[in-house]
């Protein structure tokens, strides 16, 4: 569902590989987010190469956004409207929108979207908001910009790609959700995976099946923490090992789809069982 998978050429939708996910998830009773309408990475060249104005570039932005989400909608629960759009210094990450339109380019795809489908939800999603600091007082500034605007958001979606042995404790995980769900909106872990250095050990299957369960216990915790989604379930399909060398087996399923430790973590955690 990203950009260069929808509309890899000026307004030249395609849905089809989209839509056959859509129509799997739907067979299985599953909720399904759309991920993502505006992200600075997967763009096609003719986006960001093409030296737009702003104007012509707010056009370009609203009839993406407006055209993707009327071809799902009634089909999804939320949308990731926005995704990774502050570096970790809650200072603005550079993108062809952000550079050229300005913060507002937030704005214009959170109206469009809402316009489109005013049932669906509507979310900010990015990465490290499971720390606390600045990327979270960014966003929690920024939610709060947004309604004063009378901008529809529903929620901020933390992705939580963590660290065996390094996942924030329970209490500062309450605290950050606490204080984004402070602004009015839902939270969700929408990306969840914990890795570790490899080989696998006993030691750090023990230790990522303590790490899943804080973090399961945490969202649980937070009553507006609405949901938890892992990033793949089985390590044999996850994206970690092509992109941190060396890392990998995050999930709680192995490469035999067999469960880990990590697995029964989670369940623990939704039972409010600590481990």
Excluded at 99 to 112: K, L, N, Q, S
Excluded at 223 to 230: F, H
């Amino acid at each position: 569902m990203k950009w260069d998978a929808t509309e890899p050429s000026r307004n030249s939708f395609s849905f089809s590989a989209a839509d056959a996910i859509v129509t799997w998830a739907q067979g299985g009773g599953k909720e399904i987010r759309g991920h993502t309408l505006v992200w600075h990475s997967q763009l096609p060249s003719w986006v960001t190469s093409g030296a737009f104005d702003n104007s012509t570039l707010v056009s370009i932005l609203q009839n993406h956004v407006t055209n993707v989400v009327t071809h799902f909608k009634g089909q999804l629960k939320t949308w990731d409207v926005v995704n990774e759009i502050f570096n970790e210094d809650g200072t603005w990450r550079t993108s062809v929108f952000s550079t050229t339109i300005g913060e507002y380019f937030v704005d214009i795809a959170f109206r469009a979207a809402a316009a489109a489908d005013p049932d669906v939800g509507l979310a900010a999603n990015d990465y490290n908001l499971d720390y606390g600091g600045a990327k979270v007082t960014a966003y929690v500034d920024l939610v709060n910009r947004l309604k004063a605007r009378g901008v529809k958001i529903t929620q901020v979606g933390s992705q939580a790609h963590l660290i065996v042995g390094s996942v924030p404790s329970y209490s500062t995980l309450v605290t950050g959700f606490q204080s984004l769900v402070a602004t009015g909106v839902d939270v969700a872990i929408t990306e969840l995976d914990i890795r570790m250095t490899l080989p696998v050990t006993d030691a750090l299957l023990a230790q990522q099946k303590k790490d899943y369960n804080t973090v399961i216990r945490a969202c649980m915790a937070v009553s507006r923490c609405i949901g938890m989604t892992i990033w793949a379930y089985s390590d044999y399909y996850s994206w970690i090992p092509s992109v941190f060398s060396g890392q990998g087996a995050a999930l709680p399923w192995d490469e035999q789809l067999q469960p880990k430790p990590a697995f029964y973590g989670i369940v623990d955690g939704l039972n409010g069982i600590t481990d």
